[in-house]
């Protein structure tokens, strides 16, 4: 029965929907009422395939960066062009949407536990615990079974840096991603929601900001001859997140 046909994650897909849906509507008028967000790239989403697509960007907030993403992406699946009008887009929303998120977060309250039944990967981070840099851990197996699975079936969104930060040095970790499971790498590249958002975006602090969203052209990568470190250099270039964008 379609009601209890479950993802990959054990999370119900009708349900899952209709918490993407009713989340959308209600985050809708944060990027175009309060204020106005700018796309542009949007026909890069509409011609990727359904499975194994790897969003890399820079981070500004813990949750706004996301769900942002989540309108373009079904805005632009649903034919609109750099742009979220009429929010109809959000019915029957694309479900195999994940996107990486450290578990303290995640599990900090009641709406960051619902905001991850709509896709997040929850991850323990390995230089960083209760808002302290500790030192650096292994990465969980489970982690990274987890991640792999989400890009088998679908797309996955990832904040290199690990943090919202700006001009954090962005982890290997991604680099080993890449190399390991051979994903299209699609950057995306975000400013104004800082300004605009509290650090966990849920809080509006200014409106009439103007939101920008750059979604770019796929990497190209030679997933066997390129290191961790040279990969690594190409997604803080493409993120605008290098020393030389300072």
């Known amino acids: 029965?379609?009601?209890?046909?479950?993802?990959?994650?054990?999370?119900?897909?009708?349900?899952?929907?209709?918490?993407?849906?009713?989340?959308?509507v209600i985050s809708h008028k944060r990027f175009t009422k309060?204020?106005?967000?700018?796309?542009?790239?949007?026909?890069?989403?509409?011609?990727?395939?359904?499975?194994?697509?790897?969003?890399?960007?820079?981070?500004?907030?813990?949750?706004?960066?996301?769900?942002?993403?989540f309108h373009v992406?079904?805005?632009?699946?649903?034919?609109?062009?750099?742009?979220?009008?009429n929010v109809s887009y959000l019915y029957n929303p694309k479900h195999n949407i994940y996107y990486i998120a450290?578990?303290?977060?995640?599990?900090?309250?009641?709406?960051?536990?619902?905001?991850?039944?709509?896709?997040?990967?929850?991850?323990?981070?390995?230089?960083r615990s209760n808002g302290k840099n500790i030192k650096k851990r292994a990465v969980?197996?489970?982690?990274?079974?987890?991640?792999?699975?989400?890009?088998?079936?679908?797309?996955?969104?990832?904040?290199?840096?690990?943090?919202?930060?700006?001009?954090?040095?962005v982890r290997k970790g991604t680099a080993h991603i890449i190399k390991e499971q051979k994903p299209i790498v699609v950057p995306i590249v975000i400013d104004g929601f800082k300004k605009s958002f509290d650090k966990t975006g849920l809080k509006v602090l200014n409106k009439n900001v103007d939101l920008k969203m750059t979604i770019k052209n796929p990497l190209k990568i030679d997933y066997n001859k390129e290191s961790l470190e040279e990969i690594t250099n190409k997604v803080a270039l493409a993120i605008e997140q290098h020393e030389s964008f300072k």
């Not at 992406?73 to 009008?85: D, I, Q, V």
């Not at 450290?102 to 230089?127: C, D, N, Q």
């Open 34 to 69: 309060h204020n106005k967000i700018i796309i542009s790239g949007s026909e890069i989403i509409k011609n990727l395939p359904e499975k194994n697509i790897l969003f890399i960007s820079n981070h500004q907030t813990y949750f706004a960066d996301a769900t942002a993403m």
């Open 1 to 24: 029965m379609i009601f209890i046909k479950k993802d990959k994650f054990n999370k119900i897909i009708f349900f899952k929907k209709i918490l993407i849906t009713v989340l959308g």
């Open 73 to 85: 992406f079904n805005a632009s699946l649903k034919g609109r062009k750099n742009n979220l009008k």
């Open 140 to 169: 969980q197996n489970i982690d990274l079974e987890n991640i792999n699975k989400a890009l088998k079936n679908g797309w996955l969104i990832t904040f290199p840096q690990g943090t919202t930060t700006e001009w954090a040095p």
């Open 102 to 127: 450290a578990k303290e977060t995640m599990r900090s309250g009641l709406i960051p536990k619902i905001l991850s039944y709509t896709g997040a990967i929850l991850v323990s981070r390995t230089w």
